[in-house]
Every structure is written in C-alpha cells, then in structure tokens.
C-alpha cells in the first residue's frame, strides 16, 4: 500500500491544491448556475438555466455540485471540486480492479498515476463539467462486469458485483444519459465475444438493466410529473441529434485518433518502452483476461463514438483507464525483461530536454516581461511572479534526467512523474484572469458602477450569460441576438433583437448595462453612453433609466 500514499499525494498536489487559483472558465458557468438555481428554487429535479428548463444533461452532476456548494460554498473550488474527485476516484477504481484481477499492486500503482497525469484526465477533472463524473461512472461499471464475468456461477460475489454495475451504470444515465448504457454494452460484447463467454449473455444483462432501472426510476417518474412532455423532449431533442445529426461541421471519423494519443501524454511517452517489450511478450500480456478486456474497452468506444456525428475531446475519456492499464502492463514487462532498449532512454531524455526547454522559456519570460507588449500579456493569462518559480523548478527537473542518464531507471521514473506533475500544477498557478474567464471583469464592472444586481438591467450575449447570472446571482438577464425562450414563471422576456431600439426607447424602470467582448460588431451599432469602462477583453456600457 505504499504505492498509493505517494499516489494520494500526487492526486492531492496536482488536482485539489490548485483547483481554486484560477477563475472559472466560460463552459463551467453552466454548471454552476443551473446547481445554484436548484438550491434557490430548492427544485433538484428540474435542471434550470437562467430560469428555463434545461434539459441537456440529467442532474447527477448538479446534484453533486450541489452538495459540495453546501459543504463549502458558492465558489470557484466547490464548483469544480466533483470533477476532480472522480478523477481521483477513476485511477483508484483503476487501480482496484488490477488487484481484484491479477493482484499486483506495483502494476495498479502504475496505472493509476499514468491515468492522473494524462492531459484528457487532467483538464477533465480540473473544470466544473460532468465528463469526468461520467467516465467514473462508465470505468466502473465496466470494470465490475468484467470482474462480474470472471465468477464461476451466479454465487453472492457475482450478485454483489452486478448489483453495484447497475447501480453505476443508473448514475452515469444520470448523469449524461443514453451513452451510459451504449458504451459499457458494446465493451462487454466484445470482450465476451472474445473470450466465448456465452452462459455471460444470459446471466448478466436482465440484472444488470434491472438494478438500472431501479436507480433512474424515482428521478424519471417524478420528472415526468412536473415537466409535460419530458422525455419527448429529451429522446428526441437532447439525446437522439448526438447520434444522428450535428448541429455543425461534422468532424471526420479519424478525429479521437490524435485525440487519443494527445490525451494520455506525458504519460503516454512511456509506450515506445511498452511496445519494445517485442510481439511475445504482448502475446503473454493478452493471453491475461484483464489485458483482453482493456483492449475492448478502448477500440468499441473509439468505434462507436467515431460513427456519431457530433464530436467532442471529452468523450473520449471512457477510454484512457484501459489505455493506461495497457501501457503499464507494456512498462512492467519491458523492465522485468531487463530495461535495457534505448527506447526507455530516449524517452526519458526527450522528457528532460522538454522540461529543460520549457523551464527556460519561462524564466526568460519573466527576465523580459517589460518587454513584452500588452496586447500579448492581455490575450495570453500568465502570472509572471510563479511562473519563474516554475521555470526554476522545471529546468532543475530537467537537469537531473538528463544527468540520470546513466542512473537506475527507477530513479528515472520518479523523475519522470515529477515533472509530469510540475507542468499542470505550475500552469494552473500561472493563469490569470482573460476574457474567457469573465468573473473577474463582471466583478470590477459592478464595484466601479457601483451597482446593484437587484435594481440594474443586465445585457448581454449568450455566451457570458451564465457567468453574469452567476456572478450578479440573477435569473432574468436579457440575451442579444439569440432565439431564446420565454420564461414567466421568473420573468426572464428572453431575447433582444433591436438592442438600439430596447437601449434607446423600451421604458426601464431601472438602469441597463450592457456587457459585450471587446471585439464584438454590436459595439458599433450601440449608442454610446456617458459610462464606460472595460476589463479583460470585456466592455461594459450603462445607460440610464428610460421613463
């Protein structure tokens, strides 16, 4: 078990420590302030944006959100607090279900840190969306129907086993719907395809959706109550476009191939180690059932999600754990070999030199940050105070791999994962606000208008709309130019189309400030008003009442 304290500490350091320091960014608004109208309304059945029925993900991750706003408040760090734990929680599942199949705690100790410093994990698990919950959910149900097919019989530690997979499988319909049920079903056909596991066909599916929907039922039935129409809405509306259509360009079928690889670095820097291990030693990796397993769990993901039209980085998460399992099975075969191709070397060389390069950069940045225009320092959100420190510790982390060169591989290793861990943790300090994470600038705009969210008229476009309801803690803000719905229940009239007409001549009892990027056309068109002021690519304009 010491393996783990050390991965509990990297776990710690790289994902929870940092996860305040930066503002929030625009896509993690939305969760949240649809969490934060769940517990105004004291609702959490219906998720809500800006007071309208928001039906796009089903609630388990605002449900989450929820109880870590009330554990630690409305802020940056609760907001993104569940991602990071079942970013956790994925390498130790991972690492779990190694020692419930094989009982090697080196090899689960290997996987689980190359499942935390991959890049996909990492920016999943340190923003506020459901993704990194979702594959949670998805890796662990999986997991336990392998272990589940490994049982003689239907004995209690199958029953227990396929209790807990439905129980996971519920909460990732919960949490991002139908694909909860597609992605584990096409990995375990394969897998028992594979191995000719046909009594597992009749055992284990009836449960299995059983328990399932056992678990999505109370949520269901009373959402079918409260919302006419539900499920017609999201079969139809949500869930059923990601798998015919695409609300624009569709991306090519070989998109999550670089994905793939780009998501597991630097971790993934280890397979040229892996597969110079030769063709033998992957024919005695696979002759392994939890090695076949993870080869399915990678390609009938990467099949399905690569024939849907719409595309996203995110969803290729499913995929990762059983990536890492197989790199680290290639690792620890490679050095119980010996360890001594040049592939190993080269890697760690390259590694070293990167972290040499990269430390370089960053302290000739700070040496030189006077020279540096302000449209760049504006448009690029580094803090020039730790990023020295960084580029300081960088550069040592790669002076000691390169001079480890001729050292213990071991040695090697550690250094290795020290500074896959001083990249993210230095970029995450580094960043500071931009106008991609507008709460700050919202927040200089309202103490330097001095105004009071209550008695002022927000404007603005559909994109920074939920980070102004949750940085003024607003429902009814008014969007410019977008087909939004209309809300009375809250009083949210919905859209804007003549802005200069509503600014102009539409009677206001209070007074409208309206919030734009810097760069965008209606600045033009808008009447200028006698306050101004601007912040983080963001300008904001107030006018005055209109009798």
Same mark, same amino acid.
């Given at each position: &078990?010491?393996?783990?304290?050390?991965?509990?500490?990297?776990?710690?350091?790289?994902?929870?420590?940092? +996860?305040?320091? %930066?503002?929030?960014?625009?896509?993690? !608004?939305?969760?949240?302030?649809?969490?934060?109208?769940?517990?105004?309304?004291?609702?959490?059945?219906?998720?809500? &944006?800006?007071? #309208?029925?928001?039906?796009?993900?089903?609630? &388990?991750?605002?449900?989450?959100?929820?109880?870590? =706003?009330?554990?630690?408040? %409305?802020?940056? /760090?609760?907001?993104?607090?569940?991602?990071?734990?079942?970013?956790?929680?994925?390498?130790?599942?991972?690492?779990?279900?190694?020692? $419930?199949?094989?009982?090697?705690?080196? @090899?689960?100790?290997?996987?689980?840190?190359?499942? &935390?410093?991959?890049?996909?994990?990492?920016?999943?698990?340190?923003?506020?969306?459901?993704?990194?919950?979702?594959?949670?959910?998805?890796?662990?149900?999986? *997991?336990?129907?392998? +272990?589940?097919? $490994?049982?003689?019989?239907?004995?209690?530690?199958?029953? @227990?086993?396929? =209790?807990?997979?439905?129980?996971?499988?519920?909460?990732?319909? +919960?949490?991002?719907?139908?694909?909860?049920? #597609?992605?584990?079903?096409?990995?375990?056909?394969? !897998?028992?395809?594979?191995?000719?596991?046909?009594?597992?066909?009749?055992?284990?599916?009836?449960?299995?959706? #059983?328990?399932?929907?056992?678990?999505?039922?109370?949520?269901?039935?009373?959402?079918? %109550?409260?919302?006419?129409?539900?499920?017609?809405?999201? #079969?139809?509306?949500? $869930?059923?476009?990601?798998l015919t259509t695409s609300g624009c360009a569709a991306s090519p079928w070989w998109f999550y191939m670089p994905v793939l690889v780009l998501g597991i670095l630097p971790g993934g820097l280890l397979l040229p180690a892996a597969l110079a291990t030769g063709k033998n030693a992957w024919k005695n990796i696979f002759s392994q059932d939890l090695f076949c397993y993870s080869l399915c769990a990678i390609i009938m993901p990467l099949i399905f999600l690569s024939i849907i039209p719409v595309k996203s980085p995110a969803w290729l998460l499913v995929c990762t754990p059983p990536a890492a399992i197989l790199i680290a099975a290639g690792v620890r075969a490679y050095f119980n070999a010996g360890g001594h191709h040049r592939a190993y070397n080269w890697v760690m060389s390259l590694w070293g030199i990167l972290m040499l390069v990269t430390g370089a950069a960053g302290v000739t940045g700070w040496f030189f940050r006077h020279c540096i225009p302000a449209c760049v320092t504006?448009?690029?959100?580094?803090? =020039?105070?730790?990023?020295?420190?960084?580029?300081?510790?960088?550069?040592?982390?790669?002076?000691?791999?390169?001079?480890?060169?001729? *050292?213990?591989?071991?040695?090697?290793?550690?250094? /290795?994962? /020290?500074?896959?861990?001083?990249?993210?943790?230095?970029?995450?300090?580094?960043?500071?606000?931009?106008?991609?994470?507008?709460?700050?600038?919202?927040?200089?705009?309202?103490?330097?208008?001095?105004?009071?969210?209550?008695?002022?008229?927000?404007?603005?476009?559909?994109?920074?709309?939920?980070?102004?309801?949750?940085?003024?803690?607003?429902?009814?803000?008014?969007?410019?130019?977008?087909? =939004?719905? @209309?809300?009375?229940?809250?009083?949210?009239?919905? %859209?804007?189309?003549?802005?200069?007409?509503?600014?102009?001549?539409?009677?206001?009892? !209070?007074?409208?400030?309206?919030?734009?990027?810097?760069?965008?056309?209606?600045?033009?068109?808008?009447? $200028?008003?006698?306050?101004?002021?601007?912040?983080?690519?963001?300008?904001?304009?107030?006018?005055?009442?209109?009798?």
């Amino acid at each position: &078990m010491k393996y783990f304290g050390w991965i509990f500490l990297f776990f710690i350091m790289v994902y929870i420590v940092p +996860l305040g320091s %930066h503002p929030l960014r625009l896509p993690e !608004y939305r969760n949240a302030e649809i969490t934060r109208e769940m517990l105004v309304s004291s609702d959490l059945t219906t998720p809500r &944006m800006l007071g #309208i029925n928001d039906f796009k993900n089903p609630p &388990m991750n605002y449900w989450l959100t929820a109880g870590s =706003f009330r554990l630690f408040g %409305h802020n940056t /760090f609760a907001n993104r607090l569940p991602a990071a734990l079942a970013a956790g929680l994925t390498a130790l599942l991972t690492a779990l279900l190694i020692h $419930q199949a094989l009982r090697d705690e080196k @090899l689960g100790a290997l996987a689980a840190i190359l499942c &935390m410093t991959g890049a996909l994990p990492f920016f999943a698990g340190t923003s506020a969306t459901p993704d990194s919950v979702f594959a949670m959910f998805v890796i662990s149900s999986q *997991g336990l129907l392998f +272990l589940a097919a $490994q049982e003689p019989g239907f004995n209690r530690r199958k029953q @227990l086993l396929i =209790f807990l997979a439905g129980l996971s499988i519920g909460a990732a319909f +919960l949490t991002k719907g139908f694909p909860a049920l #597609i992605i584990p079903a096409l990995t375990m056909c394969a !897998y028992l395809l594979w191995q000719r596991k046909w009594k597992e066909f009749l055992l284990l599916p009836i449960p299995v959706l #059983i328990v399932t929907a056992l678990v999505i039922l109370p949520w269901a039935w009373k959402i079918n %109550h409260s919302v006419n129409g539900f499920w017609q809405i999201f #079969i139809f509306a949500e $869930q059923l476009p990601l798998l015919t259509t695409s609300g624009c360009a569709a991306s090519p079928w070989w998109f999550y191939m670089p994905v793939l690889v780009l998501g597991i670095l630097p971790g993934g820097l280890l397979l040229p180690a892996a597969l110079a291990t030769g063709k033998n030693a992957w024919k005695n990796i696979f002759s392994q059932d939890l090695f076949c397993y993870s080869l399915c769990a990678i390609i009938m993901p990467l099949i399905f999600l690569s024939i849907i039209p719409v595309k996203s980085p995110a969803w290729l998460l499913v995929c990762t754990p059983p990536a890492a399992i197989l790199i680290a099975a290639g690792v620890r075969a490679y050095f119980n070999a010996g360890g001594h191709h040049r592939a190993y070397n080269w890697v760690m060389s390259l590694w070293g030199i990167l972290m040499l390069v990269t430390g370089a950069a960053g302290v000739t940045g700070w040496f030189f940050r006077h020279c540096i225009p302000a449209c760049v320092t504006n448009n690029i959100p580094l803090s =020039f105070t730790v990023l020295i420190t960084g580029g300081a510790a960088a550069i040592l982390c790669g002076v000691l791999m390169l001079y480890s060169l001729r *050292g213990n591989w071991r040695g090697r290793l550690y250094l /290795f994962f /020290f500074g896959a861990a001083l990249l993210p943790l230095g970029a995450a300090w580094c960043i500071t606000p931009a106008k991609w994470m507008p709460e700050p600038a919202l927040r200089i705009f309202i103490e330097n208008f001095q105004l009071t969210p209550s008695k002022t008229e927000f404007i603005t476009v559909k994109e920074l709309a939920p980070a102004l309801a949750w940085s003024t803690k607003k429902t009814d803000i008014k969007i410019v130019n977008c087909a =939004f719905p @209309l809300c009375r229940e809250t009083g949210n009239t919905g %859209h804007i189309t003549d802005l200069s007409g509503y600014i102009t001549r539409s009677k206001r009892q !209070y007074p409208a400030a309206l919030i734009l990027p810097q760069d965008h056309a209606l600045l033009k068109t808008v009447p $200028q008003p006698a306050q101004k002021s601007s912040a983080w690519g963001l300008v904001c304009l107030i006018y005055d009442t209109v009798k």
